[in-house]
């Protein structure tokens, strides 16, 4: 099992960079395909990034492409996302997302594992 604690939201204005962070615990931590999701107001959750356990491979929603990276760092047991280039419409709740078994997907409801959340807010 793995635990995941955000960090990193805040209020940024539209063009502006935030970096988000996920503190995992447990040592399989590597052993996990890791992922952030979102969820708008009034919106269901919606799939933003995923990377694979090595970090050798990742996947985006098309509407973030170009602007936010995810990342890894295995000996800090930590994910990151990226965020540049903010937009209104970046606007959510942003969950950090593990996984063991189904490999990476573009389906934020085949993650097992879900953080707390952490607000981002753009303003225009």
């Known amino acids: 099992q793995v635990q995941l604690v955000e960090s990193g939201g805040g209020l940024v204005q539209a063009g502006g960079s935030l970096r988000l962070s996920c503190a995992a615990s447990?040592?399989?931590?590597?052993?996990?395909?890791m992922g952030w999701c979102r969820q708008a107001p009034g919106k269901e959750r919606e799939f933003v990034a995923a990377?694979?356990?090595?970090?050798?491979?990742?996947y985006y929603t098309d509407s973030v492409k170009g602007r936010f990276t995810i990342s890894r760092d295995n000996a800090k047991n930590t994910v990151y996302l990226q965020m540049n280039s903010l937009k209104s419409e970046d606007t959510a709740v942003y969950y950090c997302?593990?996984?063991?078994?189904?490999?990476?997907?573009?389906?934020?409801?085949?993650?097992?594992?879900w953080g707390q959340g952490t607000q981002v807010t753009v303003s225009s």
């Open positions: 447990g040592r399989t931590f590597r052993s996990y395909d």
């Open positions: 990377i694979m356990w090595s970090g050798d491979r990742t």
């Open positions: 997302v593990a996984d063991y078994t189904k490999g990476i997907t573009p389906k934020s409801t085949e993650y097992d594992y």
